[in-house]
């Protein structure tokens, strides 16, 4: 078998052939040089999706140290919505690495944190005055989220819902639904975490939103009670759990009670923000105004970064020096945020995510038709999924789902899975891959469940 070597002209972005290349099986020898590696230094709780080594990646593929391009559905799990490498991205962070790279806003300002600051306050839902703190993960994001809103409420109680997923720190683990693997073994977990039942249209025997929205009001009435209760906080659109699109007005139902009872209404928006969902927020599609909105992921075209934006009356609540963290909004970071969020203007990726969008529901929805191991196809713009079940019974079908996921992997195209049970099959490409690598990747997952 040949082994392409990339070269200097092959690295850099979009400037990489744009293909579905195997040049190896995959793993190759390489891949499984560093695999082997990884074992013996890695710890085992960090797990890894596909056996290979990365050396480049860019518009819609990743290549491999064996010289494999592999199509990109996953976008390192919605973070890179303008592309990996993306042009401008490189631009900003090398003249920032030229200025300076590290301060520690909370002792020295600087002008890329206020502008991402600045840029938030106004792309986020609701035209209300608005402040952001910055910091590194989305788990650090929704951490500081709920410390803000138990600050300016008084009050102690966080309900989360079912499927939820809101990161891996004690306080999200609390807060993320799924035992195994996130929670199994590292518990205690925080106190004060309930959670309420979601609207699950394709599980929940066609609840509609206003109806599934009053089985969790009532739920956190009897059980937690509004005057204990600092916040709500939900994914518009599940992320982990599933890419559960709750039914139509479930999500305004939530906030208008939220608004009535002095309960801060929080959007976890870490997978779904940033021009995936075909809006800059997914919150926009059901034209809810969360009081806070959590974002990470998608914000920095691959650099780590996320930021909590909320009502100022809200945000300034805590006293100076009560938020930050050494590292929290890098100046890199925000370099890279900026010329992120230009990408996503300039380049018209929120249309991009709604092309995509239809390309990905028309083809599954297809396919569904003549597959009733297909239970559902869902999703907004560029964040579909379909969820396998047996067709006799309707349960789900986690084994299957591992099939399609492998064979895919092993000819050159890179999937995630998710869901509480385990059978869905999650389509994130980044923004930037082009129809026809799109095309030909759904057409590999296809050729899996047709084999499986
Ligand atoms: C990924 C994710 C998080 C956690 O973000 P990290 O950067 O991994 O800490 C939180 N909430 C949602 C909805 C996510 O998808």
Known sequence: MTIVEPTATT???????????????????????????KAQAVAKGVGHTIPVSVVAA????????????????????????????????????KA???????????????????????????????????????????AEAVENAIKVARHHTKKMAVVAFDHAYHGRTNLTMGLTAKNIP????????????????????FRDGGLSGAEAAARAITQIEKQVGAENLAAIIIEPIQGEGGF????????????????????????????????????????????IVPDIIVTAKG??????????????????????????????????????ALAAIESYEEDGLIERAKEIGSVLIGRLNALRTADPRIGDVRGRGAMVAVELVDPATGAPDAALTAKVAAHAHANGVLVLTCGTYGNVIRFLPPLTIGDELLIEGLEVVAEGLRNA
């Open 11 to 37: 690295v850099g972005g979009p400037a990489l052939p744009q293909e579905r290349r195997l040049v190896t099986s995959i793993p190759g020898p390489r891949s499984q040089e560093l695999i082997a590696r």
């Open 58 to 93: 860019g518009g819609g593929v990743i290549v491999d140290a064996d010289g494999n391009s592999i199509i990109d559905l996953g976008s390192g799990i919605a973070v890179t919505g303008v592309g990996n490498s993306n042009p401008r991205v490189v631009d900003a962070v």
């Open 96 to 138: 920032q690495l030229d200025a300076f790279t590290h301060t520690c806003f909370t002792v020295a300002p600087y002008d890329g944190y206020v502008a991402v600051a600045e840029k938030l306050n106004e792309l986020t839902p609701g035209g209300h005055e608005k402040r952001s703190a910055l910091f590194n993960s989305g």
């Open 182 to 201: 996130y929670k199994n073994g590292f518990g205690p977990f925080a106190p004060e975490v309930y959670r309420a039942p979601l609207s699950y249209p």
């Open 244 to 287: 559960i699109v709750p039914a139509p007005g479930f999500l305004p139902a939530l906030v208008a009670w939220a608004n009535a009872n002095d309960v801060v209404f929080i959007a976890d928006e870490v997978q779904t923000g940033f021009a995936r969902t075909g809006a800059w927020f997914a919150s926009e599609h059901e034209d």
């Open 299 to 336: 914000i920095a075209g691959g650099l780590p970064l996320s930021a909590v934006t909320g009502r100022a009356e809200i945000m300034d609540s805590a006293m100076a020096g009560g938020l930050g963290g050494t590292y929290a909004g890098s100046p890199l970071a925000c370099a890279a």
